[in-house]
C-alpha cells in the first residue's frame, strides 16, 4: 500500500526540483527526488509514494509517457507540472492518468493547497496493490449492502470507492470517479463544470476561481469515463451533457 507519508518528485531542473522537495518536506512528506522519468518510476516502485509531483519536459522518457507507466504499478496521486498553459498539455496528462495539474510558474502555496485536496479524498488500490487482510472483505461490498449509488445498472459505492457497469468492474482514476459519485449522487439535478472542478480541488464549500482549463478538464475526465463505460455523448445510457451548462443522469 502506498505510504501516506512519502512523495516522489520528477523534475529535471535542480533548482525547482529543489523548491518542490522543500515545499512537501515542509508539509511533512518523506520525499525522494528524481531528475528523470526512468529513475523516478523506479523510486515510486522502492517507496511507494502517496502523492507524485510529474514534470512534462522530462530528457528522454516525457512526462506523459511516464504518468502512463506509472498508473501501470501505482495509484499515488499524480500532480504534473507544465511549463506552458498549452491546452493540449493538461489534456495530455490528464489522459495519461494525472489527477491535477499546475502551470509553472507556481506558487508554492497553490501546490501544498492542491496536494491537500487531493489527500482529503479517499484513495483506491491502484495497479499490484493488494488489500491488508482486515479489509479484504470491506473491498468487495455485497449488492444489497446499503449505501450504493444506482442508475440503470451503473453501480458505485462511495465508501468502498467500487464502480460497476451491468455487474463488470470499472477501472477508474480518483477524478473520475468523483466525478461519477457527484453525478450519480445528484440525480438528474444538472452538475455545472464549475462545480465539478470546485469538487475535485476540495472547494466546493469555499468557492474560487474556475479557469477555462479547469473546465475542460471536466470535460476530458467525463469523455474518460463513457469511454470506460462504452457509451457515447450522442447516445448516452447514463451521462446526459447539458449543453453549455454541465452534466446530469439520463432519464
Request: proline share 7%; no cysteine; glycine share 8%.
Amino acid at each position: 500500500m502506498p505510504d501516506s507519508q512519502v512523495a516522489v518528485v520528477i523534475e529535471d531542473d535542480p533548482d525547482i526540483r529543489s523548491l518542490i522537495t522543500d515545499v512537501l518536506d515542509q508539509a511533512g512528506f518523506r520525499v525522494y527526488p528524481a531528475g528523470t522519468g526512468i529513475d523516478g518510476l523506479e523510486l515510486i516502485r522502492q517507496h511507494q509514494p502517496i502523492v507524485t509531483t510529474l514534470d512534462i519536459s522530462l530528457p528522454g522518457m516525457d512526462g506523459f509517457e511516464t504518468a502512463k507507466r506509472i498508473r501501470s504499478i501505482s495509484a499515488t496521486y499524480i500532480v504534473m507540472l507544465t511549463a506552458r498553459a498549452d491546452e493540449i498539455d493538461t489534456l495530455q496528462g490528464l489522459q495519461a492518468g494525472a489527477d491535477d495539474y499546475l502551470t509553472k510558474p507556481f506558487r508554492p502555496r497553490e501546490l501544498r493547497a492542491r496536494i491537500e485536496a487531493m489527500l482529503r479524498r479517499p484513495r483506491t488500490l491502484g495497479p499490484g496493490e493488494v488489500a491488508p487482510p482486515e479489509s479484504v472483505a470491506d473491498t468487495s461490498p455485497s449488492p444489497d449492502e446499503p449505501g450504493w449509488l444506482e442508475h440503470k445498472g451503473l453501480r458505485l459505492h462511495p465508501d468502498m470507492r467500487v464502480a460497476t457497469a451491468d455487474d463488470a468492474p470499472l477501472d477508474l482514476t480518483r477524478s473520475e470517479f468523483d466525478v461519477l459519485e457527484e453525478l450519480l449522487s445528484a440525480g438528474r439535478r444538472v452538475i455545472g463544470k464549475d462545480a465539478l472542478a470546485l469538487m475535485l480541488r476540495g472547494d466546493s464549500h469555499a468557492g474560487g476561481f474556475v479557469s477555462e482549463h479547469d473546465a475542460r478538464a471536466i470535460e476530458v475526465h467525463v469523455a474518460n469515463l463513457r469511454r470506460k463505460l462504452g457509451e457515447s455523448a450522442a447516445q448516452p445510457r447514463w451521462i446526459e451533457t447539458v449543453r453549455g451548462v454541465g452534466y446530469r443522469l439520463t432519464l
